[in-house]
């Protein structure tokens, strides 16, 4: 289980990498490993052209909750204060059949070509 949270979380980073390089933001967005070990990525569906976030995070928990795999995970950027400081963070919302559902937090710098993340 492992590999499979290692690939899912370079899958994500990679994913929001993109976002943030070309928007400086991103909506959130959901990725899973099937039972085939392909990873797959799911974003919400909206008409609207600014949707309301909580109900795109709604939407992605209730399909990645629902679909059948062996791990899945929603990102959403948020920020973090840590010491009075404030932080730009990706979150990270596991769903593993196994252990659950948990929280992991990446800080982020966007660089020029590239973003830093850290735990």
Known sequence: MEENMSKLIK?????????????????????????QNEIVPVGPSSDNEHPDISSMIKQLENYLRTVKHKIAALAIEV????????????????YDPLNGYYKQYFK???????????T
């Open 108 to 118: 982020y710098l966007i660089k020029d070509e590239h973003v830093d993340f850290a």
């Open 11 to 35: 899958a994500i980073k990679d994913q929001a990498e993109l976002f943030l390089l070309d928007a400086a933001e991103f909506y959130p967005f959901g990725t899973y490993i099937n039972m």
């Open 79 to 94: 920020s973090i204060n840590e010491n009075d400081v404030k932080y730009d963070a990706l979150e990270i919302r596991f």
